[in-house]
């Protein structure tokens, strides 16, 4: 009788986890921290931006073919896809996609949305990536 009531309260704890209409989402995906929000601008449209600090340029000093190869990557990928990547303070490449949504997008409708944007972006982060060293 325990176990059954254990699962009945396990499933309606599941049943409510899917049924959150959250509208932001920090989450870590192949080491990388990312942060994704769905927002109402001032003029009325709807996005979703996702946001990620990757990693860390290498010095020339420390390795002058992996920091040459980041480079390159992300100048080429700046031209090729709806996201941006920046080079911020000390190093640090930003990666950043800002995706215009005809509603608010939230919950697991946001989490599927994320995943398309992830997905579309998938091969241009993990060679970017490749060639950084870790923040911190």
């Known amino acids: 009788m325990k176990l059954r009531q254990k699962l009945d309260q396990a499933a309606q704890y599941l049943d409510e986890l899917e049924n959150q209409q959250f509208d932001h989402l920090d989450f ?3 080491t990388i921290s990312f942060q994704a929000a769905a927002t109402t601008e001032g003029d009325g449209t709807t996005s979703i ?3 990620a600090a990757l990693g860390r340029l290498h010095f020339t000093v420390e390795d002058k ?3 040459a190869m980041a480079l390159e990557h992300l100048f080429t990928t700046n031209r090729t896809i709806d996201g941006i990547y920046e080079i911020g303070h000390k190093g640090v490449i930003n990666f950043q996609n800002v995706t215009r949504t005809a509603s608010l997008v939230t919950g697991s409708d946001l989490l599927s949305a994320v995943t398309v944007i992830l997905l579309e972006a998938e091969s241009h982060l993990r060679a970017l990536n490749a060639h950084l060293k870790p923040i911190g």
Do not use: A, M, V
């Open 28 to 30: 870590e995906w192949e």
């Open 49 to 51: 931006r996702l946001k």
């Open 65 to 67: 073919y992996n920091r």
